[in-house]
């Protein structure tokens, strides 16, 4: 017997998208008289994410030459002994992930260091090898090292920098710092990449990710100009704060 599979009607999914975007307009009509403001991120600290961005180019440059290397000796893909290949390219991988945290430690632009719980729901926190590792400046910007990822290569543990992290919980109000137990949110525009990734920066950057203010809570929403965004799972331990 064929499985029967249960699907929306799709007059039902027009009226749930429908209500969805209604609701979207209605809360955008409660932000037009709040106040707001973003970031401004200044020259000297957009340089000093340009260094990290190359730091981390430079190493992944590194690791993959010398996996190729270890392709010359075991044949592409490690087909002359795949079993010893695996282990010696995690081991090379491993290497380079844990010389890029300890440069990045060294940095003066972080304000915080801090890991997310593998796959976590927010009730008993735990510590796990999967979890991400992250870096975060002083205005909000991040940089999340994705450990789950270490099997995939190393080019899927680096996550790009991103403009603004800011952390959520059920119940809390929003923090623009980490705190046990609060989901991760990241937030960029293809303007703080273009910035970024520019041959040369001139000036500061204003931010176009908006930080509106509803009595004495902070609310970021996602609007239009946001085009890259990452949930994450909850803080469970701030390595530093600065």
């Known amino acids: 017997m064929a499985e029967k599979i ?7 999914m027009e009226e749930i998208i429908k209500s969805q975007a209604e609701k979207k307009i209605k809360y955008l009509e409660t932000l037009k008289d709040l106040p707001y403001e973003s970031e401004i991120i200044s020259l ?3 340089k ?3 260094s990290v961005n190359l730091l981390l180019a430079i190493a992944t440059e590194r690791c993959e030459k010398e ?8 044949g592409e893909g490690g087909q002359k002994n795949p079993e010893n290949f695996e282990r010696a390219k995690s081991d090379i991988e491993q290497k380079v992930v844990s010389d890029i945290m300890a440069a990045l430690d060294k940095l003066d632009v972080w304000s915080h260091k801090f890991s997310t719980e593998s796959q976590g729901t927010g009730e008993d926190i735990t510590e796990t090898p999967d979890d991400s590792v992250y870096y975060m400046t002083s205005f909000g910007a991040s940089l999340r090292l994705k450990m789950a990822n270490r099997d995939k290569g190393i080019r899927k543990v680096i996550q790009p920098v991103m403009e603004k992290v800011f952390f959520e919980k059920i119940g809390e109000e929003l923090s623009e710092t980490p705190k046990i137990g609060y989901f991760v949110h990241e937030y960029a525009t ?3 990449f273009d910035k970024l990734a520019a041959d040369s920066i001139e000036d500061d950057y204003q931010s176009s990710i908006k930080k509106y203010k509803r009595g004495n809570e902070i609310e970021i929403p996602k609007l239009e100009n ?3 965004s990452h949930g994450g799972s909850p ?3 701030i390595y530093f704060e600065k």
Do not use: A, G, R
């Not at 249960?6 to 039902?12: A, E, V």
């Not at 190729?68 to 000796?73: A, F, G, H, N, P």
């Open 226 to 228: 946001i085009k890259y």
């Open 190 to 192: 293809q303007d703080f």
């Open 6 to 12: 249960n699907n929306f009607p799709s007059s039902n």
């Open 235 to 237: 803080v469970n331990k």
């Open 48 to 50: 000093q994410l340009q």
């Open 67 to 74: 996996i190729k290397s270890l392709e010359l000796m075991m």
């Open 44 to 46: 000297v600290e957009l």
